[in-house]
Structure formats: structure tokens, C-alpha cells
């Protein structure tokens, strides 16, 4: 059988929990009285939790002192984690289940690729920490998406080659990271905002019946 390294980002692809990040980040600009909008959000999407706040005080015009900043950014992070603590397998998004599901039969690689420095605890409040036979997340790399660094180190956990990799983002940070890597990059959201994928579907209850064999059967 046909191997591939099925790569999944996080938030707004196992789950949303990009509505959490909002508004903790939104309570966050207005403490500092800076507007914070979704348009802004859609920005921060596969982005560092340090330069997601440094473009919030850009957009703001604002300038804080270095300790403001780390407070500021624990205060962001406890607020998101309160939330996060709601989470629960409802939680996980419309045909991620099935789909991780359907590679695991198939015994193919699959493996998590986020920013996101909570990776673990959310898979694991979501009861599917044990589909990922590897984990990279923001504790692991040093260079934020679109350096495809989260990636490739997947592809090495998982031993498998980056050009036998297929990544499932919904920023164009992650569709970038992918694209530079040359790996075979699935846009999960509005294809305007997603154009440089290989291919965007609203969710993955969109995918045709036969797409995971589609997919092994891909090249970039």
C-alpha cells in the first residue's frame, strides 16, 4: 500500500478553537485600547503567540515595555486555557473523527503540525491524543509558518519523505509552509483566503467519498 505522512494542523482544523483565541486576544488589544477585529484575527491564524501580540501593537500603533509584554502574554494564554478547558470530543470538527479514523485502518503516518504551544492537553481533552504518531508543535520549533520547520520535523518523526507529505491548514501562513516544503498542502476554509493551496474545501464533510485514496495516489 501507497505511504503518505498525513500532516493536520490544529486550530480551525481538528478543532476551532480559533473563536477562543479572538476573543482572548481581543480582550487583550482592548486592555491596551487598541480595536481588534476578525479580519485582524484571520491574520494571526499559524502564528507565534509572541509575534501574533508584537502585530497587534503594529496595528495599534502602541509600544509596551518588555515586561508588559510577557505579562500580557500569560494573560492571554490563561484566558485561551480557561476556555479550552470547555473542550470535549463534540468539539472536534465536522469529518476530522472519521477521516483520522480511516487512516488509522489504513495504518497510514499521521502526524500534528501546529503553532499552538497547547497541542497536547487539547487532543487530549478531545480524546484523540493516540490517532498522532507524532507531534510537533510550539514548544518544538524555533521558525513560525510560513517556514515550513513544524513540517518537516513531522516528516522526520514519522520517517517519511517531505514530498510524500500532505498538509491540512486553514491560514495561508500554513498553506505557504506547506507549499515551500514541497508538500501537497489541503486548505480547510474560504478558498479567498486560501488560494495558494493545492485544493480548499469548506470542511472535510466536503471531500468526496474517495478522497483519502485520492490523495495517496497524489503528487504535488
Not at 97 to 110: A, G, M, N, V
Amino acid at each position: 500500500m501507497i505511504k503518505k505522512a498525513f500532516i493536520f494542523d490544529l486550530d480551525g482544523v481538528v478543532v476551532d478553537t480559533a473563536k477562543f483565541h479572538f476573543v482572548a486576544w481581543q480582550n487583550l488589544a482592548s486592555s491596551l485600547d487598541i480595536n481588534f477585529t476578525e479580519e485582524e484575527n484571520e491574520q494571526l491564524k499559524g502564528v507565534s503567540r509572541v509575534r501574533s501580540l508584537e502585530k497587534i501593537l503594529e496595528w495599534g500603533n502602541k509600544k509596551i515595555d518588555k515586561e508588559t509584554f510577557e505579562q500580557k502574554l500569560i494573560q492571554k494564554n490563561e484566558e485561551y486555557l480557561k476556555m479550552v478547558e470547555t473542550l470535549d470530543q463534540k468539539d472536534i470538527l465536522p469529518g476530522v473523527y472519521d477521516f483520522l479514523i480511516h487512516l488509522k485502518k489504513q495504518d497510514q503516518p499521521i502526524a500534528l503540525g501546529s503553532a499552538s504551544k497547547n497541542a497536547r492537553p487539547i487532543l487530549k481533552k478531545l480524546g484523540i491524543l493516540n490517532m498522532f504518531d507524532a507531534i510537533v508543535d510550539g514548544t518544538d520549533v524555533s521558525k513560525a509558518k510560513p517556514d515550513p520547520e513544524v513540517f518537516l520535523n513531522a516528516c522526520k518523526l514519522l520517517n517519511m519523505p517531505s514530498e510524500n507529505a500532505i498538509v491540512f491548514e486553514d491560514s495561508i501562513a500554513g498553506i505557504q509552509a506547506a507549499n515551500i516544503a514541497g508538500m501537497i498542502s489541503i486548505g480547510l476554509g474560504e478558498e479567498k483566503n486560501l488560494s495558494e493551496a493545492d485544493e480548499v474545501f469548506r470542511s472535510f464533510l466536503d471531500m468526496p467519498a474517495d478522497y483519502q485514496h485520492q490523495l495517496l495516489n497524489k503528487t504535488k
